[in-house]
């Protein structure tokens, strides 16, 4: 018996999906305005093989137009999908504003709520040059 290569590759997105951990909240953001692709892609590709199957063998258009039917639903969440983003980032607008559009001296406060933390370095990804000092900032 062979194996569904799309529901394979279904599986394969879970794998990736429960591997995956994103550096940080701004790429979190980054992602969820992508993840609408997931439910467009899967709408593709299970009309994609729905028409294969009607061009190419002998299948019931019962069962066709079932097919038809669960692409359309996939598709039909891309919807709801594109509006995760926009309500991340309303969720987090405070943060996000910080972060994009820092105060001066933004980097001191200890957003921890604990105890200070530890004396600010020069960012780890910035150029040694680099004028802001911080334990937490990263490039936008």
């Known amino acids: 018996m062979t194996v569904n290569p799309i529901a ?4 394969d997105l879970n794998a990736v999906a429960a591997a995956h951990a994103p550096l ?3 790429q979190v ?3 969820l305005d992508e993840i609408a692709a997931v439910d467009d892609f ?10 294969r199957l009607e061009g190419e063998y002998p299948v019931d258009q ?5 097919l ?3 692409a359309r639903a996939h598709a039909d969440l891309v919807a709801m999908a594109e509006e ?4 991340f980032r309303k969720a987090h607008e405070a943060d996000l504003r910080r972060g994009e559009t820092p105060r001066s001296g933004e980097h001191l406060w200890n957003v921890t709520g604990g105890t200070p933390g530890p004396e600010p370095g020069l960012c780890t990804d910035c150029p ?9 900032h990263t490039a936008l």
């Open 62 to 66: 019962t069962v066709l137009d079932a």
């Open 84 to 87: 995760i983003g926009p309500l």
């Open 8 to 11: 394979a590759a279904a599986a």
């Open 29 to 31: 953001a980054h992602e």
């Open 42 to 51: 899967t709408a593709t590709a299970i009309r994609t093989y729905s028409r």
């Open 68 to 70: 038809e039917d669960l």
């Open 128 to 136: 040694a040059d680099c004028t802001r000092r911080s334990t937490q």
């Open 24 to 26: 940080d909240m701004w």
